[in-house]
């Protein structure tokens, strides 16, 4: 079969167009009004936040010490919570409430402030300890000065005492030996004059020689005894610092705060709930906001 030529298209003649269609369907539009509303949480929202967060931190443990360090913290997260409860619209205070309030926050203040300074006493039990352990080593040194002291004033005041005896001793042995006699230029009793006057003067040096060595026995004794005291006093005040700080570092393993803060929290907690029976349940358009 051959090969068909398409046929033109004769000239004046026009196609029919295509009539549009003159309705197009639209999808429809989803138009949403959200009304913004602020969601204010109800009074028995609000309570229940409080007394749950209440029943938290009263049953806060601190696991480490010094537990002095968590105080701060632990009263902020109380002060937080009350605040988010007193300016709530939807609970109403009265002045019963805010001096129960105020009462039991100042107590737990001040209780958790003693037992932060009786943690820092362990700080300065151990500052003492250190300033005792100190002053023994420093009375041992003074004690050696004071001794070497001693010893050498003992020795330039003896001495010469004693060189004195030594030679007063030489003078009357010389005279004992020397022989007496006619033939001899000396007579019996100038030898007997002159020993006598050597006796006294020996016996002189050797009594101003003994008292001073008694004067110096005396005073080694009062050294001693001083010494001995003064380190007996730091002796026991170091035992007395290490007692204390084993007192403390005892104490100091149990967080020994933990009763007094669960007490006011649920002490809050009853003021709280005594003031809803008080004050009454409040409206749910209350605090809403118009």
Not at 119 to 126: C, G, L, Q
Not at 157 to 174: A, C, H, S
């Amino acid at each position: 079969m051959g090969f068909q030529p398409r046929s033109k298209t004769p000239r004046g003649f026009s196609r029919p167009k295509r009539a549009k269609s003159k309705t197009r369907s639209k999808k429809p539009r989803l138009i949403e009004t959200y009304s913004e509303k602020r969601s204010v949480p109800s009074q028995e929202e609000v309570v229940s936040r409080t007394l749950n967060s209440l029943r938290s931190l009263g049953d806060q443990i601190f696991a480490s010490a010094p537990f002095s360090e968590h105080f701060d913290r632990w009263l902020m997260n109380l002060q937080t919570v009350l605040t988010d409860l007193e300016s709530s619209q939807v609970v109403t205070l009265d002045d019963q409430f805010r001096e129960e309030r105020s009462r039991i926050f100042s107590n737990i203040e001040s209780t958790l402030n003693d037992k932060r300074l009786r943690e820092a006493s362990r700080i300065e039990a151990v500052q003492s300890l250190f300033r005792s352990k100190n002053m023994l080593l420093e009375n041992e040194q003074e004690h050696v000065a004071e001794m070497n002291e001693f010893t050498d004033r003992k020795e330039h005041t003896i001495k010469p005492f004693m060189d004195r005896v030594e030679v007063l001793q030489g003078e009357l042995d010389g005279i004992l030996h020397t022989r007496a006699g006619f033939l001899r230029g000396i007579s019996r009793k100038t030898k007997a004059q002159r020993e006598g006057e050597a006796t006294l003067r020996l016996t002189s040096a050797k009594k101003k020689l003994e008292e001073s060595e008694r004067s110096f026995a005396a005073e080694e004794v009062s050294l001693g005894e001083d010494y001995e005291r003064r380190k007996l006093e730091i002796l026991n005040q170091i035992a007395n610092n290490k007692r204390e700080i084993e007192r403390i570092e005892t104490a100091s393993q149990i967080d020994d705060s933990a009763e007094v803060r669960r007490v006011a929290c649920e002490d809050l907690a009853d003021a709280v709930n005594a003031l809803l029976e008080r004050t009454g349940p409040v409206s749910e358009d209350a605090g809403s906001p118009s």
